[in-house]
């Protein structure tokens, strides 16, 4: 866990690995709540019966449900003390780019690819998080995301 006191240290690590995080675990309980509270019931993703018998092998998690891994895997990562808070601003760019079998370990990697002041005085951070998949070359997802923080 990398720890920066304010903005204003980690706006000079612009372009800098600023960590990888633990990995974690995704489960079938996880998948199968992030279909209740999406209505996203496709059985790729809660069927293991069929999903065994598809193209995967096994049930895959959402690409939504690794997008919203973002905020604990970066959690693991850093932090900025001395800010007030801090907000999801959006996402650039998202890319799911490899399926997550049940029972898959995931960690991010996370990047600083810019910092920008906004109007309203707040650092806006743009990250980009490569999330891992344990023994695949290709990772899962690749998101630039977008968050501010405001001293």
Do not use: C
Not at 122 to 127: I, T, Y
């Amino acid at each position: 866990m990398r720890v920066f006191n304010g903005v204003d240290e980690i706006s000079g690590l612009v372009g800098e690995h600023l960590g990888t995080s633990e990995w974690v675990t995704v489960e079938q309980a996880h998948i199968d709540q992030f279909a209740e509270a999406t209505g996203d019931h496709q059985w790729i993703h809660v069927d293991a019966e069929r999903a065994a018998e598809g193209p995967f092998g096994t049930t895959i998690a959402h690409g939504f449900l690794t997008l919203s891994l973002l905020p604990v895997l970066v959690a693991k990562t850093y932090r900025v003390d001395g800010v007030r808070m801090g907000i999801n601003y959006g996402l650039n760019k998202v890319r799911f780019t490899s399926p997550v079998p049940v029972g898959s370990k995931v960690r991010g990697n996370i990047v600083l690819a810019g910092v920008e002041q906004t109007k309203d005085g707040a650092a806006q951070l743009a990250l980009t998080v490569t999330v891992e998949l344990e023994g695949s070359e290709r990772p899962a997802l690749v998101a630039e995301w977008l968050v501010r923080q405001y001293s």
